[in-house]
């Protein structure tokens, strides 16, 4: 190129004025957002050139040229500015790009654009379609989305150039002619199509111990709660707080029981459990999209993190969902660190929840999972969740965006996990807890590694499953609000080390009198205290 490029690019914007003044102001967003420069007439200044020979030393100097095109011929320079009579402006740059071998990424308004706007004779109509069709490269539609330029305008026709500038960037890795080390040349590569998150692998034990469940087909009793998580999610509400006790299965819940579920009805979906560590944007999207090599999405670029978010929705036709589990940590942090944090999150947040254009709603939904105690915490936060970023020494350019996303805003809405084998909100308060301790108990030992050979050799003597099971059915009674998962696991882990060991098989004893199997539940824990205190 006869412009070499360093760390910047210079794009020349070229289209009519009149009819494409907001979409011209749009691009130039564009271009500045990814940290480039914009050209066109309106920024030349005085120059000493005849306009068109001006316009031809500002194609010269540039790198690419982005073509706007809807259906008006636009100004025609007279011999005096240059011209001759017949060319527009437009087709003069076009032409002259064409001539000194400029790339052209050309943006074709579609059929639809208001009738107002074209050419008001045949013969003007002629010179734009001949126009159009001489331009001989691919060219990208975009449709009508109103004449007037502000923060929520023109977002699908911004997204379009984004996407096509940050291709064309990466053809320019691709070719050698950008260097990937350069941060600007890889700043939020095209996302081409949507992750399809590999199944995790079966755990080789069927039970974790003080651990979350990670795998939908060792994770039982909590249908009824990932079915109320899909129906909440459902809602026109962008953001969803689950809270609980610590313990009580928020994590698992998430893990083993929403997201696979998600994932099945084709809704992409990031899981990020550790929210504090910088990075996280990346993280977010790379879970979504396959992002090319050396693409990087930074956290204080929220709205190139949401132009990627925008991109998973038009693929997978529906909102991605996003979960940040164990939220309490970013509340936790010392109070500089806790700023600087919420200072990144928040414009991720407010960046996603603006409405898309044709759309009833945002382009992603939230999930926010944290110990209940911070829950008036996340609340307050919500009602403004930009002010750490105004406050940030480096400051985040949060202009327009929206950041109210609580629940007087109708933004968010909340959901208090219930503890295993109590019953959710609202659900009927005579259903028995013996159901579903006896399903996070049995269901992994239904699993074959092939056909007649379970996955997990473990066999429960007689109906010591459902023993078990009625006793922390008992506990539960007695102890309503108390998590009980995490004693179940240590109990499990209790009795499989004491196991028979039968042909290969571990068989479990229960007792069967049911005070001498809470004699053995409270050996078991004690056991597991005296193990943690040596």
Same mark, same amino acid.
């Given at each position: 190129?006869d412009?070499?490029i360093?760390?910047?690019?210079?794009?020349?914007?070229?289209?009519?004025?009149?009819d494409?003044a907001?979409y011209?102001?749009?691009a130039?967003?564009?271009?500045l957002?990814l940290d480039w420069h914009?050209?066109?007439?309106e920024?030349?200044g005085?120059?000493?050139l005849?306009?068109?020979a001006a316009?031809?030393?500002?194609?010269?100097?540039?790198?690419?040229?982005?073509?706007?095109?809807a259906f008006?011929r636009?100004?025609?320079?007279s011999i005096?500015a240059?011209?001759?009579?017949?060319l527009s402006?437009?087709?003069h740059?076009i032409a002259?790009?064409?001539?000194?071998?400029k790339p052209?990424?050309?943006?074709?308004?579609?059929?639809?654009w208001?009738?107002k706007l074209w050419e008001?004779?045949?013969?003007?109509?002629?010179w734009?379609?001949?126009?159009?069709k001489?331009v001989?490269?691919p060219?990208?539609f975009f449709g009508?989305e109103?004449?007037?330029?502000?923060?929520?305008k023109?977002?699908?026709?911004?997204?379009?150039?984004?996407?096509?500038?940050?291709?064309?960037v990466?053809?320019?890795?691709?070719?050698?002619?950008?260097?990937a080390s350069?941060?600007?040349?890889?700043?939020?590569a095209p996302?081409l199509?949507l992750?399809?998150?590999?199944?995790?692998?079966?755990?080789?034990?069927p039970?974790p111990?003080l651990?979350?469940?990670?795998?939908?087909?060792?994770?039982?009793g909590?249908?009824?709660?990932?079915?109320?998580l899909s129906?909440?999610l459902?809602?026109d509400?962008?953001m969803?707080?689950l809270?609980?006790?610590?313990g009580?299965?928020?994590?698992s819940?998430?893990?083993a029981?929403?997201?696979?579920?998600?994932r099945?009805q084709?809704?992409?979906v990031?899981?990020?459990?550790r929210p504090?560590?910088p990075?996280?944007?990346?993280?977010l999207?790379?879970?979504l999209?396959q992002?090319?090599?050396?693409a990087?999405?930074?956290?204080?670029?929220?709205?190139g993190?949401?132009?990627?978010?925008?991109?998973?929705?038009?693929?997978a036709?529906r909102?991605?969902v996003i979960?940040?589990?164990?939220?309490e940590?970013?509340?936790?942090?010392?109070?500089g660190?806790?700023?600087?944090?919420?200072?990144?999150?928040?414009?991720?947040?407010?960046a996603?929840a603006?409405?898309?254009?044709?759309?009833?709603?945002?382009?992603c939904?939230?999930?926010?999972a944290?110990?209940?105690?911070?829950?008036g915490?996340v #609340?307050?936060? %919500? $009602?403004? +969740? @930009? !002010?750490?970023?105004?406050?940030?020494d480096?400051? *985040?350019?949060?202009?327009?965006?929206?950041?109210?996303?609580?629940?007087?805003?109708?933004?968010?809405?909340?959901w208090?996990v219930?503890?295993?084998?109590?019953?959710?909100?609202?659900g009927a308060?005579?259903?028995?807890?013996?159901d579903?301790?006896?399903?996070?108990?049995?269901?992994?030992l239904t699993?074959?590694r092939?056909?007649?050979?379970?996955r997990?050799r473990?066999?429960?003597e007689?109906?010591?499953?459902?023993?078990?099971?009625?006793?922390f059915a008992?506990a539960?009674?007695?102890?309503?609000e108390?998590?009980? #998962?995490?004693? %179940? $696991?240590? +109990? @499990? !882990?209790?009795?499989?080390e004491?196991?028979?060991? *039968?042909?290969?098989?571990?068989v479990?004893g229960v007792?069967e009198?049911a005070?001498?199997?809470?004699v053995?539940?409270?050996?078991?824990l004690?056991?597991h205290?005296?193990?943690?205190?040596?």
């Amino acid at each position: 190129m006869d412009n070499p490029i360093s760390n910047r690019l210079d794009v020349f914007i070229s289209s009519t004025s009149m009819d494409l003044a907001a979409y011209r102001l749009a691009a130039r967003d564009i271009v500045l957002g990814l940290d480039w420069h914009p050209v066109a007439q309106e920024y030349f200044g005085t120059h000493h050139l005849p306009t068109v020979a001006a316009c031809r030393e500002f194609v010269a100097r540039s790198h690419v040229v982005l073509l706007i095109q809807a259906f008006r011929r636009g100004e025609v320079p007279s011999i005096e500015a240059g011209g001759d009579g017949v060319l527009s402006f437009t087709a003069h740059e076009i032409a002259d790009a064409r001539r000194l071998g400029k790339p052209v990424l050309a943006f074709f308004a579609e059929d639809t654009w208001p009738g107002k706007l074209w050419e008001g004779n045949d013969e003007g109509r002629a010179w734009v379609e001949s126009f159009r069709k001489g331009v001989n490269r691919p060219a990208v539609f975009f449709g009508w989305e109103g004449d007037e330029y502000g923060p929520y305008k023109l977002e699908r026709f911004k997204s379009l150039v984004r996407q096509e500038l940050l291709r064309f960037v990466l053809e320019l890795m691709r070719k050698g002619e950008l260097g990937a080390s350069d941060p600007r040349a890889v700043a939020e590569a095209p996302a081409l199509d949507l992750r399809v998150a590999a199944p995790p692998p079966l755990p080789e034990e069927p039970y974790p111990l003080l651990a979350p469940y990670k795998h939908p087909r060792t994770f039982g009793g909590r249908d009824v709660e990932v079915e109320t998580l899909s129906t909440l999610l459902a809602s026109d509400r962008m953001m969803l707080l689950l809270h609980a006790p610590s313990g009580a299965g928020k994590s698992s819940l998430l893990l083993a029981g929403l997201a696979p579920r998600l994932r099945e009805q084709g809704v992409p979906v990031s899981l990020e459990r550790r929210p504090c560590d910088p990075g996280l944007a990346q993280r977010l999207v790379e879970d979504l999209l396959q992002l090319p090599a050396g693409a990087i999405v930074r956290d204080a670029d929220c709205r190139g993190f949401a132009d990627h978010v925008r991109r998973a929705r038009e693929i997978a036709g529906r909102p991605s969902v996003i979960i940040l589990d164990q939220f309490e940590d970013v509340l936790k942090r010392d109070g500089g660190r806790r700023e600087a944090t919420l200072a990144r999150l928040g414009p991720l947040l407010a960046a996603t929840a603006r409405r898309l254009p044709g759309q009833q709603d945002a382009a992603c939904k939230w999930v926010l999972a944290y110990r209940h105690e911070y829950h008036g915490e996340v #609340v307050e936060w %919500l $009602q403004d +969740v @930009l !002010a750490e970023a105004r406050r940030a020494d480096e400051k *985040v350019d949060v202009t327009d965006l929206p950041y109210d996303l609580s629940a007087e805003a109708e933004r968010s809405h909340a959901w208090p996990v219930p503890v295993l084998g109590k019953p959710a909100p609202g659900g009927a308060s005579g259903s028995s807890a013996l159901d579903p301790f006896l399903d996070a108990i049995a269901k992994p030992l239904t699993l074959d590694r092939e056909p007649g050979m379970p996955r997990y050799r473990i066999r429960f003597e007689g109906n010591g499953a459902g023993r078990l099971a009625a006793a922390f059915a008992r506990a539960r009674e007695r102890r309503p609000e108390a998590p009980l #998962v995490p004693e %179940l $696991q240590v +109990v @499990l !882990a209790y009795l499989l080390e004491r196991g028979q060991r *039968v042909h290969g098989e571990n068989v479990v004893g229960v007792p069967e009198d049911a005070a001498a199997l809470d004699v053995l539940i409270d050996a078991a824990l004690d056991d597991h205290v005296r193990r943690v205190l040596k």
